[in-house]
């Protein structure tokens, strides 16, 4: 599988998928040697942070790559509604 076909936000998600923390500022190359790295054995110490499925884990995940359309899909849909209350 060639990672260099997805885009950085693809890359992130799927580092996300796999637990191991990595910051949007990171270059997209940097991402792919993270999750080449992640199939690998991980016997040497690393910076980056691998998370353990929790409760707590899960309030603190980054939103996906959909959740900001979604939030302005509804803003737009509210507003539209409030538009059509003050002016119908």
């Known amino acids: ?6 885009t950085k936000a693809e890359l992130l998600e799927m ?3 796999k637990g191991i ?3 949007s ?3 997209k190359a940097e991402l792919i040697e993270l999750l080449e790295g992640s199939t690998e054995t991980e016997g ?3 910076a980056v942070q691998t998370s353990e499925p929790n409760a ?8 996906s790559a959909s959740q900001p359309a979604l939030l302005v899909v509804c803003v737009f849909v ?11």
């Open 44 to 46: 040497n110490d690393t």
């Open 25 to 27: 500022s990171s270059k």
């Open 21 to 23: 923390d990595a910051k």
């Open 78 to 88: 509210i507003l539209a509604v409030l538009a059509w209350v003050i002016l119908g």
């Open 56 to 63: 707590q884990n899960e309030a603190n995940t980054k939103p």
């Open 1 to 6: 599988m060639s990672l260099n076909k997805h």
């Open 15 to 17: 580092l996300a998928s």
